[in-house]
């Protein structure tokens, strides 16, 4: 928990707001990528995955959606694209969905992408780590 000087402003966390173009596919998506669900309601569902929470809309604008980004920083990139590639060749995983095969050096970080149903982008981000680079 992050201390502000005036400890009436203190935070307790940060999660974002994402959309569903169809709330039941998008949700599927993420149970089967590993996040679980806390709460559910018709209209919000909370997902969490390592302690980390975001919201789900049962809402969609297909500009907002697009333009959405959760950035996940993992410790082992190899074995999450290992796992995402494993979950996408289920029969069952939503066909909407799709992902980058390999691995890239972005200068800060090896990361691959996958894209959730609505277009969300999840940006899987193993970084490096300043003994890495000297």
């Not at 996040?35 to 390592?50: G, H, I, M, N, Q």
């Not at 982008?121 to 970084?127: V, Y």
């Amino acid at each position: 928990m992050s201390i502000h000087p005036n400890s009436e402003l203190n935070v307790h966390d940060i999660k974002p707001f994402i959309g569903a173009k169809d709330f039941e596919v998008s949700k599927k998506f993420y149970l089967a990528l590993g996040w679980r669900l806390t709460y559910d309601s018709p209209s919000l569902s909370v997902f969490e995955l390592a302690g980390h929470r975001f919201y789900l809309q049962n809402f969609y604008a297909e500009e907002w959606c697009s333009n959405s980004m959760l950035h996940i920083s993992v410790e082992n990139v190899s074995a999450w694209l290992s796992h995402a590639k494993t979950v996408f060749a289920s029969p069952d995983f939503p066909s909407e969905a799709r992902m980058e095969h390999l691995i890239k050096d972005e200068g800060y970080a090896n990361t691959f992408h996958v894209w959730d149903p609505s277009g969300v982008l999840l940006h899987f981000a193993q970084e490096h780590h300043a003994s890495e680079s000297a």
